[in-house]
C-alpha cells in the first residue's frame, strides 16, 4: 500500500473536494468540546487562579500553588540550554527582528490632503497589552515562544505576558529553552498553566495572571477552541492556529527523496496534522513514496504513525493536469505551509497564480523546517483553510491603526450638502443640525 492516499481533482466530485479541504474544523467546533472548553472558562472567570490550578490538576497532572503559577525573576535568570540551541535561538530570533523591524518601517503615520482643506490618515500604535500562549505536551516549542514574543516586541507592546503548559513528565517545570527565549527578549511574565484555562486566565485575568486585550498561538482543538470562546467576552483572538498542514507543488524536475522530507516535516507532528502532495505525475508520486517508506522507517514509532496518517486518512497525493490546476487546488486547500518545487522557468507564473497560503517557500532549498525555526518569515500562520483570509504572527498582528481627520472650515462647507443629504435619507435630524448650525452661525 502506498504512503500516500492517491487523488485525481478533476475526478474528484465536489462533496468530496470539500471533504479534502475542510479538515480539523470539526475537532475545534465540536458541540460537546465546547460544552467542555466553556465549564472551564466560567470556572477560571468566577475562581481565578483557584480554577487554573484545578485545570492543571485534572488535566496536567501537576499540582501546584496559586504562588507557583508564576515564574520566578531567578527561574528564568537560571534557566540554560546546550550551546547550540542556545546560539540556534539567537539565530532565530536575529532573523526575526530583521523581518519584523522592516515591517515596522512600512507601518508608519501617514496622512494626505484628499480634497482642498481635508487632511485624512492613520496613526499607527501598539495595542495595550497581548497574551502569548506556547504549546507543550506532545513536545515543547520554544520556537513558537520567538515566533510570537519577537514580533510583540518589536511592535513595542508595552505589557506582555506568556503562558505555557509545564512539561508533560509532570514535574511541574517549563521548559528552560523557553524560559531562555523570554530572558533574551525581556520578558518577565512567564505563567505554567494548562492550555485552555491559560487562555481563559488571559482574557479574564486572575490574581496572578494580568489580563490582556489580544491572545495568540497556536495550540489542540481544545486551546483553538477556548480562544474562540472568549471572543464572546470581548477578547481578541487571531485566527484558527490548530493542528499543523502542508502543502507541496512539485513536477517532475524536483526531486522525490528531499519531495518526501519536506512531506514528512510536518506530517510528524500528530495524527490530526495534514499534508498534500501535488503534482502532475504519477512517476514523481511513485518515487517519493518509495523515499517515504525508507524515510518513515527511520523516525520513532509515534512520528512515523502521525505521518502515515497525514499523509493517508488526511491528505495525500492529489494529481492535477498542469500546474495552474496544481494553484487551483492549493488555493482551495489554503494550507498553513507551501512549498512550490517546480522547474526554475515555471516558478514565477505559479507564484502569481497562488493567493491563498500561509506561507510560500520556493525551490528545495527553502524547507519548510527553515520556515518553522530560522528565515525570520512568521511561521505561527492560519490553519484549516484560514488563510484564505488570514495572515501570519508579524509586528502588524499587534498594531492597531486609528484614522486621524483635519477639516477647514471652507472643506466643511463644501461637503454640508452631503452631510445634509445623507442625514435625512437616514432620519437624524442632530446630524444634519450638527453642520447646519455652524452655516448658521457664519
Known amino acids: 500500500m502506498p504512503v500516500m492516499r492517491r487523488m485525481t481533482w478533476a475526478q474528484m466530485h465536489e462533496a468530496e473536494r470539500r471533504a479534502l479541504c475542510d479538515r480539523g474544523l470539526e475537532a475545534i467546533f465540536d458541540a460537546g468540546l465546547k460544552t467542555a472548553i466553556g465549564k472551564i472558562i466560567d470556572d477560571v472567570r468566577e475562581h481565578g487562579d483557584e480554577a487554573v490550578c484545578r485545570a492543571l490538576r485534572d488535566f496536567d497532572k501537576v499540582t501546584l500553588t496559586p504562588d507557583q503559577l508564576r515564574a520566578s525573576a531567578d527561574e528564568i535568570a537560571a534557566a540554560t540550554v546546550a550551546a547550540d540551541v542556545d546560539a540556534a535561538i539567537d539565530d532565530a530570533i536575529a532573523h526575526l527582528r530583521a523581518f519584523n523591524e522592516r515591517l515596522m518601517e512600512r507601518a508608519q503615520d501617514w496622512s494626505f490632503e484628499s480634497e482642498p482643506g481635508l487632511i485624512v490618515g492613520e496613526k499607527i500604535t501598539p495595542i495595550t497589552s497581548a497574551g502569548l500562549f506556547v504549546p507543550s505536551g506532545k513536545a515543547s516549542y520554544p520556537s513558537v515562544a520567538y515566533q510570537l514574543a519577537v514580533p510583540a516586541t518589536v511592535a513595542g507592546v508595552p505589557t506582555l505576558a506568556l503562558v505555557v503548559p509545564p512539561m508533560p513528565d509532570g514535574s511541574g517545570r517549563i521548559d528552560p529553552a523557553v524560559l531562555v527565549v523570554c530572558r533574551k527578549l525581556g520578558i518577565t511574565n512567564v505563567f505554567r498553566v494548562n492550555g485552555p484555562a491559560g487562555v481563559a486566565a488571559l482574557g479574564f485575568g486572575t490574581q496572578t495572571i494580568p489580563q490582556v486585550r489580544k491572545i495568540v498561538g497556536p495550540g489542540s482543538p481544545p486551546v483553538?477552541?477556548?480562544?474562540?470562546?472568549?471572543?464572546?467576552?470581548?477578547?481578541?483572538?487571531?485566527?484558527?492556529?490548530?493542528?499543523?498542514?502542508?502543502?507541496?507543488?512539485?513536477?517532475?524536475?524536483?526531486?522525490?527523496?528531499?519531495?518526501?522530507?519536506?512531506?514528512?516535516?510536518?506530517?510528524?507532528?500528530?495524527?490530526?496534522?495534514?499534508?498534500?502532495?501535488?503534482?502532475?505525475?504519477?512517476?514523481?508520486?511513485?518515487?517519493?513514496?518509495?523515499?517515504?517508506?525508507?524515510?518513515?522507517?527511520?523516525?520513532?514509532?509515534?512520528?512515523?504513525?502521525?505521518?502515515?496518517?497525514?499523509?493517508?486518512?488526511?491528505?495525500?497525493?492529489?494529481?492535477?493536469?498542469?500546474?495552474?490546476?496544481?494553484?487551483?487546488?492549493?488555493?482551495?486547500?489554503?494550507?498553513?505551509?507551501?512549498?512550490?518545487?517546480?522547474?526554475?522557468?515555471?516558478?514565477?507564473?505559479?507564484?502569481?497564480?497562488?493567493?491563498?497560503?500561509?506561507?510560500?517557500?520556493?525551490?528545495?532549498?527553502?524547507?519548510?523546517?527553515?520556515?518553522?525555526?530560522?528565515?525570520?518569515?512568521?511561521?505561527?500562520?492560519?490553519?484549516?483553510?484560514?488563510?484564505?483570509?488570514?495572515?501570519?504572527?508579524?509586528?502588524?498582528?499587534?498594531?492597531?491603526?486609528?484614522?486621524?481627520?483635519?477639516?477647514?472650515?471652507?472643506?466643511?462647507?463644501?461637503?454640508?450638502?452631503?452631510?445634509?443629504?445623507?442625514?435625512?435619507?437616514?432620519?437624524?435630524?442632530?446630524?444634519?443640525?450638527?453642520?447646519?448650525?455652524?452655516?448658521?452661525?457664519?
Open 224 to 442: 483553538a477552541c477556548a480562544q474562540v470562546e472568549m471572543q464572546r467576552y470581548g477578547v481578541a483572538t487571531m485566527m484558527i492556529l490548530g493542528p499543523t498542514e502542508s502543502v507541496v507543488i512539485a513536477d517532475d524536475s524536483a526531486d522525490p527523496v528531499l519531495a518526501a522530507a519536506d512531506l514528512l516535516n510536518e506530517a510528524e507532528h500528530g495524527t490530526d496534522s495534514a499534508v498534500l502532495l501535488i503534482t502532475p505525475s504519477s512517476t514523481f508520486a511513485d518515487a517519493v513514496d518509495v523515499a517515504l517508506e525508507v524515510q518513515l522507517a527511520q523516525l520513532p514509532t509515534a512520528r512515523a504513525d502521525a505521518a502515515r496518517a497525514a499523509l493517508g486518512l488526511n491528505g495525500g497525493c492529489v494529481f492535477v493536469s498542469s500546474l495552474e490546476e496544481a494553484a487551483e487546488v492549493a488555493n482551495r486547500w489554503a494550507p498553513e505551509h507551501l512549498q512550490v518545487a517546480v522547474a526554475p522557468q515555471a516558478e514565477a507564473e505559479l507564484l502569481d497564480l497562488l493567493v491563498n497560503a500561509g506561507e510560500i517557500l520556493i525551490g528545495q532549498s527553502t524547507l519548510f523546517s527553515a520556515g518553522n525555526f530560522v528565515i525570520g518569515c512568521p511561521a505561527s500562520l492560519p490553519t484549516g483553510g484560514f488563510a484564505h483570509v488570514s495572515s501570519g504572527i508579524t509586528a502588524d498582528t499587534f498594531l492597531k491603526r486609528t484614522a486621524v481627520a483635519r477639516s477647514s472650515a471652507a472643506a466643511l462647507e463644501r461637503m454640508t450638502p452631503t452631510i445634509l443629504a445623507m442625514s435625512a435619507h437616514e432620519g437624524f435630524p442632530a446630524h444634519a443640525n450638527a453642520a447646519s448650525i455652524r452655516e448658521q452661525r457664519k
